[in-house]
């Protein structure tokens, strides 16, 4: 088991509730030890895939190399884009123009994997990839819902999944894009010469989540810790009474605005014109090509994962196309009765985690692994929480396009991340607006509203799930393979978050 341990990146998840729809309040389920322990215990089950699946990519490598196809090289050379003037020349031999920066080191995805993404009150992990243990020189983790008992969940999992205690571990937290900041922020390691070889994920575990007591009990309780005699204490426990058992629930809403993600979903829709009908065929859609993706068996990054005392879990269980006729007769979930935002154009609450292995292109060729992709230009973005809170990808996409020197037309794939059907209809058309460009940008013209037949199609947060923690890990390892699937050149990942905020990162495939 330890031996097994060390090979693989595990990807822990949190507990949550059992409603349905993201942006709701929640509601307490009960708690076990094993409910406890899942987020690590996930967090541990990718890191052993992760370490075994290197373990397997090195072994290959080294058994055979296969030769390398000229004309097929030359023409991939044309489109290539690559980093330090050294492995430029040995990966390719001419481009039209090149992500590089001079000084600056390649920074390489070499795999990405994640446990099935399932609907709340479901539990389930995989496994993926294989790295010996002392190789990792930093792990980080994103999360959203904290438990206190592991706040500091990327520790408790490196340390659970026997990697050595003398690697450093922290938690980083930034709402949906969580394992983005996790991402990056190993990039920024790496490129400060640091670390050559990182860990990043993030977790999410939604079918539990820490209830707090009531503010008049955690008083209470507090007071009678520090009461010194009998007849104090007796005091104060004859000062409670049952409002001070009302619990405290929490509820996926801005503390800032004190409205629900759902609510300003519906009103963003609204102010862009986006109708009940165009939700609904988007929601259709993302499911339907989920199923399409998952049939197909391109949804590789996923890992099996048996949990303690229940079943193997295999892939993710919230694909479900429907028609539009059953869309239709759902009513609004959160304005009432007029509006457009239903349980179905949402996603859902959802459990699972997922781990990247991120490398300098030097030390990944050094150790004989073949990269995915190159992770490019990266930017993070924050606008107004209360009217633009779901704006992040039509704010961070030109930024990170004008920091790379790309247009749309250049990116080949896109993935953006699916909060509410309604969120993403708002923001491509503020993408395809002049007048939003001009008045909120300060751009002289639209970048333009990304070609639909490049965009998310192996679906989306919608249909396969969005654990808050994990989804970003899931949007690059989506975008690396689908540029080797669809011989694309660039990938376009985006995502908004709780707080008006946003992250846009440049992703371009590596030369096969």
């Known amino acids: 088991m330890r031996q097994s341990l060390w090979r693989g990146f595990c990807v822990t998840s949190r507990l ?38 290197m373990a397997s990519m090195l072994m290959n490598s080294l058994r055979c190399c296969p030769p390398v196809n000229p004309a097929w090289a030359v023409q991939y050379a044309t489109r290539s884009l690559s980093t330090s003037v050294q492995l430029h020349a ?47 020189d930093y792990i980080i983790y994103g999360t959203v819902i904290q438990e206190v008992k592991t706040s500091n969940v990327a520790r408790e999992a490196s340390l659970g999944a026997g990697f050595s205690d003398k690697i450093p571990s922290h938690t980083v937290t930034m709402a949906c894009i969580s394992s983005n900041v996790a991402m990056t922020t190993g990039v920024g390691l790496i490129t400060a010469g640091q670390c050559d070889t990182i860990v990043a994920g993030g977790v999410e575990f939604m079918s539990d989540v820490p209830i707090r007591h009531s503010r008049k009990m955690r008083k209470t309780m507090l007071a009678l810790n520090r009461a010194k005699t009998l007849g104090q204490r007796l005091s104060l426990i ?32 609204a102010a862009f014109g986006v109708t009940r009908l165009e939700q609904d065929e988007f929601a259709l859609r993302s499911h339907t090509l989920a199923k399409q993706a998952q049939d197909a068996g391109l949804l590789s990054d996923v890992i099996s994962f048996k949990v303690p005392g229940r079943d193997t879990v295999a892939k993710d269980n919230g694909i479900r196309p429907s028609s539009m006729e059953q869309l239709a007769k759902l009513k ?38 073949k990269p995915k992709a190159y992770l490019r230009d990266f930017v993070f973005v924050s606008q107004d929480p209360k009217d633009q809170l779901l704006l992040g990808p039509a704010y961070g996409t030109p930024k990170v396009l004008a920091r790379a020197g790309l247009t749309m037309d250049d990116i080949d794939v896109f993935e953006f991340h699916e ?49 808050f923690g994990a989804t970003g890990c899931r949007l690059v390892t989506t975008v690396a393979h689908r540029l080797l699937k669809e011989g694309g050149q660039y990938g376009l990942v985006a995502a908004c978050a709780a707080g008006g905020q946003g992250h846009a990162m440049v992703i371009e495939a590596y030369p096969q």
Not at 443 to 457: D, Q, Y
């Open 16 to 53: 949550f509730s059992n409603h349905r729809v993201y942006g709701c309040s929640l509601q307490p389920v009960g708690q076990n030890y094993w409910i406890t322990a899942l987020p690590t215990l996930l967090i541990w089950t990718t890191l052993f895939v992760l370490t075994d699946k």
């Open 90 to 136: 040995q990966v390719q031999t001419k481009s039209k123009k090149t992500l590089a920066k001079p000084g600056v080191k390649n920074i390489v995805l070499v795999e990405g994997v994640r446990t099935p993404f399932l609907l709340s009150g479901t539990t389930g992990l995989l496994h993926k990839t294989s790295l010996p243990k002392d190789a990792v």
């Open 238 to 269: 004859g000062s409670i009474r049952m409002a001070h058992l009302t619990p405290e629930l929490p509820a996926v809403a801005e503390f800032s605005t004190a409205e629900t993600m759902g609510h300003s979903a519906d009103r963003l829709a």
């Open 332 to 369: 609004p979930a959160f304005i009432k009765p007029h509006g457009t935002v239903t349980a179905a154009n949402s996603s859902f609450l959802t459990d699972g985690a997922s781990a990247v292995l991120i490398m300098s292109e030097e030390k990944a060729l050094a150790m004989g692994y």
């Open 419 to 467: 909060a509410f059907a309604g969120q993403i209809m708002a923001n491509l058309k503020a993408l395809d607006s002049d007048w939003f460009a001009q008045t909120y940008m300060g751009r002289k013209a639209k970048v333009g509203a990304p070609a639909m037949e490049k965009f998310n199609l192996w679906g989306g947060s919608l249909s396969l799930g969005h654990p």
